[in-house]
């Protein structure tokens, strides 16, 4: 209760305020102090020349001197002003987000408005949306920045950050939530107005674009080396600055959230909830559902529309979540749009520019699909394809058909057929699992061979040890043979270990060997094969990807050249770096193996398809799905990794035929 009393939240955002002022004016220390180091050869000339003037300084060395620290002093300024040039007029990055005029929203713009009006804080100068699950405040005063911002309300400061909000939040959260979720971020509109932490915010900026500067595309040689020198000065008083600029920014978040603790505290902590449940979907989503669409060419148009339905459907199979669809009867944050649509599909396709590294605007190669249309354009069209490159695999590995033969020497049916690609997986195994128990166990039987003769002679020497030592009947003797036969006790332990020490590691070298040797060859050249057609075809996408970009950037400078504008409600502006590329990729390189596993499951569901009246369906949290009756398939991954990790088709047959899948008929493919 501390924090949502007055006197403890004005103490606590005073407190944040006055750190993040303290560590700005660390900051500006540091450009200070840059400066003056840039300065201070000058400074000694004139020193010097004001002692020559004075006759003070007078003499040969003298002259020699103020004509070096001259010299000197006139490169350190050209160096600095060089310096000083780049890092103010370098770019700053900036956040891909779809910008939002006011006539788009002109409620949410309304609601943004009213917020700042009760925390007593400026307004946002615009804002944007961004396909992320998260919000902040962004400095875009930089002219190239402005340049592609789009207007706010009247009254703004040009000065003022722009809110960057997560498209998610408006489609999932209610209106009351997303005001108490945006509540902290807007209340750092405050410190941010101040002007010591304005500039040390600016002089980072510069200082981290400064850094990125001699990666610029198109520099020649002599640019390129002076912009390395640049950057290299920008690296380290970037690294002078890097943990005073860290606390600053903490002191702001303190003092932002101290200041918002008088607003919708109580809302806050439920929707605080719904951040992280909205997160979880939308992940979900992007992953399962609009990567494999993305591969396809095709671009899921209404992604923040499907996370509604994502998040419906786990609170449906969590109990968890019990209670969280309920509140979809209250007004959503979208509403505050004039037209959700528009938003949403802008929205849609960058996430796929950033997540993909999908074109900027849709073409011939790369067009919207909506989810009604989703399982006929992406999931049947996905597994055809798949299917169809697989037997292009096969039959560029030498297999035609008719030729192939199974695992008994049955002759194979003719054409794409499922039957072909079980008979090629299982065929020939380098080892059954017969014959895995049989080498198992005749390993067992030698160790056990082996124990027995050591611990055997073992007995025989220790028995005949003892009988000398009957036979002698002295006690010096005695004590002689007592130490000797110690001392072959010893020896037969040490032997006896020395000799299971071997034992083990050859039996560690024999499991070497078989777990570097592929259990499936067969699957392993086809996996390989995969592997080398898909990288190829993913150099063409690429390419063709780049073409296009440079396209749209030529369209883009003509439609400025003619400056042309139109009238009515303006279309969403997107912002952002532009490239073939994706920024954030959704997931790592695929292994040989999982893109076989894929293409031999997308085999069998195009066989279910065409031969068990089975349909292609879209599941929320999954993705594509094979539906058997109305009800989706959740059993057939396993079966199909038993059949290309072990070379197994068995499990697979059986699904086949309790499913009623005839896998000797051809299947369509595209």
Known sequence: MYGVSGTGSDVGEEWGARAARSRALAVLRVRGRAL???????AVAVVLYAGG????????????????VTVLAVLVLIAATAVALVVARARPAATPTVELAETAAPDLYRLVRDLADRLDVPAPAAIALTPDCDSWLEDRTHRAHRALRTPGGEGESEGAPVLVIGSPFLWWMRVGELRAVLAPVVAGTGPAAQPDIAAARRFVRGLDAAVAVPGTPGLD??????????????????????????????????AGSERA??????????????????????????TRVALPAWRMGRWPAKLDAGVVSALTELSRRDRLADGFSSRLGERPACDLLEEPGAVDEAASLLAARLFHGGPAAPGPDWSPVEWSQYPEEVVDRK?????????????????????????????????????????????????????????????????????????????LDAGASAETADAAGTPDSAGTDTNTDAEDATDLATATADADLDLDLVLDAEDAEDEDEPVNPAAEALAGALSA????????????????????????????????????????VVSGP????????????????????DHVTAMVCCAAVDTAEATPGLDWL????????GERATDLGPRVLALVEEGDPEPLRVWLARTGVRPEKPVRLV
């Open 533 to 572: 057609l898909l990288a190829r075809e993913e150099a063409a996408r690429e390419a063709r990807v780049a073409a296009s970009a440079l396209t749209a950037e030529a369209a883009a400078r003509s439609a400025e050249k003619d400056g042309g504008h139109s009238g009515g409600t303006p279309a969403p």
């Open 221 to 254: 040689p002599v640019r390129r080396i002076g912009a390395g020198a640049v950057g290299q000065v920008a690296r380290v008083l970037l690294r002078a600055c890097r943990g005073h600029a860290a606390e600053m920014e903490r002191g702001v978040a303190v």
């Open 622 to 629: 999954d993705g594509p799905a094979l539906l058997v009756g």
């Open 383 to 459: 597994w055809r394809t798949d299917a169809a490159r697989l037997h292009q695999v096969l039959d560029g590995l030498g297999l035609a058909d008719g030729t192939a033969r199974g695992a008994g020497g049955e002759r194979v049916a003719e054409g794409p057929t499922l039957t072909r690609v079980i008979a090629h997986l299982a065929t020939e195994p380098t080892r059954s699992t017969e014959a895995e128990a049989e080498v198992e166990a005749d390993a067992d039987t030698d160790t056990d061979e082996v124990e027995a003769d050591t611990h055997t002679d073992a007995a």
């Open 578 to 597: 532009d490239g073939p590329l994706p920024l954030f990729p959704l997931q790592p390189p695929r292994s040989g193996r999982d893109l076989l596993a």
């Open 53 to 68: 003037v004075t006759g003070h300084f007078t003499g040969s060395g003298w002259d020699a001197a103020r004509w070096v």
């Open 261 to 286: 603790q008088a607003v919708d505290y109580g809302v806050r902590i439920v929707a605080q909830e719904q951040v992280g449940l909205a997160y979880a979907g939308w992940d979900r989503l992007l």
């Open 36 to 42: 003056g180091l840039a300065v201070l050869p000058a």
